[in-house]
């Protein structure tokens, strides 16, 4: 079931309707992921990323402690050495290695103040697919535990997408920020929805378009 998150002082996107697409992704290029060419940035104490599984794995220890100089959030970003000018196209597989209920953490792509989500709900206990354009969230229940995310800016609109049943499922779109922003892979919460559980997931065949 499709439904929209509110959360605190953020407007939802009006647009909440199913949306299939028929694009079929490209074939990453099996090869591993070599974190020596892009910077690493922790929020907190705890949070480490390390070359895995082909991939990278971000890991948010049950020990891990939120910075209350940067409104409590425990984080851990990789960032590429580029930018995104013009249209761009970024995609990831994912794998839950270690996911327990309800630990309030979320991953994904993310473009300057946009991103493409896969989240755990503390209160509700839901995992979601989720979009987050400048604030604005909308989300969709899943029980995935792998799968492939896509985060898309196409002129003047940016899209995100989870993969299902061989096509792209869009979850939401909306207007883009102006400018060239960053890429990165980044996992976060806060210390106040922290479940205080071992928290890793694994990304790999990261596949960014655009990035110059």
């Given at each position: ?24 992704p490209p074939a990453p290029t099996p090869k591993g992921f070599d974190l020596s060419a892009w910077d690493v940035s922790t929020i907190g104490s705890g949070p480490a990323a390390t070359e895995a599984n082909g991939g990278v794995d971000l890991f948010i220890p049950a020990k891990a402690r939120d910075d209350p100089q940067h409104q409590h959030l425990i984080a851990i970003t990789v960032t590429a050495r580029c930018h995104l000018n ?127």
């Amino acid at each position: 079931m499709r439904r929209c998150l509110l959360l605190p002082i953020v407007a939802i996107l009006a647009s909440c309707g199913p949306a299939t697409g028929s694009i079929t992704p490209p074939a990453p290029t099996p090869k591993g992921f070599d974190l020596s060419a892009w910077d690493v940035s922790t929020i907190g104490s705890g949070p480490a990323a390390t070359e895995a599984n082909g991939g990278v794995d971000l890991f948010i220890p049950a020990k891990a402690r939120d910075d209350p100089q940067h409104q409590h959030l425990i984080a851990i970003t990789v960032t590429a050495r580029c930018h995104l000018n013009g249209d761009f196209d970024l995609q990831a597989d994912y794998a839950l290695v270690s996911w327990p209920s309800g630990n309030g953490v979320r991953f994904g792509l993310v473009a300057g103040a946009d991103s493409v989500e896969r989240t755990s709900n503390p209160v509700s206990q839901a995992n979601t697919y989720a979009t987050n354009f400048s604030g604005s969230i909308v989300a969709v229940d899943t029980p995935d535990k792998t799968g492939r995310l896509r985060l898309t800016r196409v002129g003047p609109t940016v899209t995100g997408y989870y993969f299902s049943n061989r096509a792209w499922v869009s979850i939401a779109s909306a207007t883009a920020a102006t400018g060239a922003p960053a890429y990165a892979i980044q996992a976060w919460t806060d210390g106040y929805t922290f479940d205080q559980q071992d928290i890793r997931v694994n990304l790999k065949n990261v596949i960014p378009t655009g990035c110059s």
